[in-house]
């Protein structure tokens, strides 16, 4: 067990939905980062949160969007869902600075 | 932008030997941070190593290192005495280094590793 929690593991949605993932991170850390890993696309940046506030953002669409609640745990929330955004989605958490990274199990997304 | 380079869409080796696995990348920071990452057909993603571009020795970590040349931008993971339960996918990836809030990872396409008995 990583520290990091993501919920659901899997989860199948239809075409024109809205799901929300969601990601508890390592006790102690405060930056949660979110990656979306597709065959087409491979492993991309999607944003991050540093102690409830946006840090960066990534290929992130405007479909899709996220936050960090005061308890540092945070959700991504994707919606009007298309075929393509089918994929493993991952939370990853840090205290600090890169080095300390812990990558949860992640989310399979599967839009149908 | 910083960007990382794979070229090796696949690897195979046999149990006991080593394998290099190569890794270039290109980034206009001057401080940054190099990671491997093996990723079995399970779908986790497993730490393996890190070097920091001011480390001045390589990286090391059980059977893994990295063989790191900044002149070069190349951070390649070696892997000596591979097993079966290596076989996997294998991602390089950089970021910056900031103390504060960290950042993200930029990952290169990976490389799978097949090793055979």
Redesign the interface.
């Known amino acids: 067990d990583?520290g990091v929690t993501q919920t659901p593991k899997h989860l199948i949605t239809a075409t024109g939905q809205r799901v929300t993932l969601r990601c508890s991170p390592r006790s102690g850390d405060?930056?949660v980062?979110w990656y979306q890993q597709s065959l087409d696309q491979?492993?991309?940046?999607l944003i991050?949160y540093?102690?409830g506030e946006e840090?960066?953002k990534?290929n992130i669409l405007e479909r899709f969007s996220a936050q960090q609640f005061p308890d540092l745990h945070s959700e991504l929330n994707l919606s009007s869902l298309e075929l393509g955004d089918s994929a493993?989605y991952?939370c990853?958490s840090?205290i600090?600075?890169?080095?300390?990274?812990?990558?949860g199990?992640?989310t399979?997304l599967t839009v149908v | 932008a910083q960007k990382i380079t794979q070229t090796q869409p696949g690897m195979f080796v046999q149990e006991k030997e080593a394998v290099t696995l190569d890794c270039t990348y290109d980034t206009s920071d001057q401080s940054y941070?190099l990671?491997w990452?093996k990723q079995p057909s399970s779908?986790?993603?497993i730490?393996l190593i890190?070097q920091?571009s001011y480390d001045e020795q390589n990286a090391t970590e059980g059977r893994y290192s990295l063989n790191f040349q900044k002149a070069r931008k190349s951070a390649n993971l070696v892997i000596s005495a591979s097993q079966l339960g290596d076989s996997a996918m294998y991602?390089c990836a950089i970021?910056?280094?900031?103390?504060?809030?960290?950042?993200?990872?930029?990952?290169?396409?990976?490389t799978t590793l097949s090793v055979s008995s």
């Open positions: 990583s405060l930056s980062y491979g492993l991309q940046f991050q540093y102690n840090r960066a990534g493993l991952f990853a840090s600090r600075d890169s080095y300390g990274y812990t990558f199990s992640g399979r | 941070g990671f990452y779908g986790e993603m730490f890190y920091g991602f970021s910056r280094e900031e103390k504060q809030a960290g950042t993200a990872l930029i990952f290169g396409k990976g």
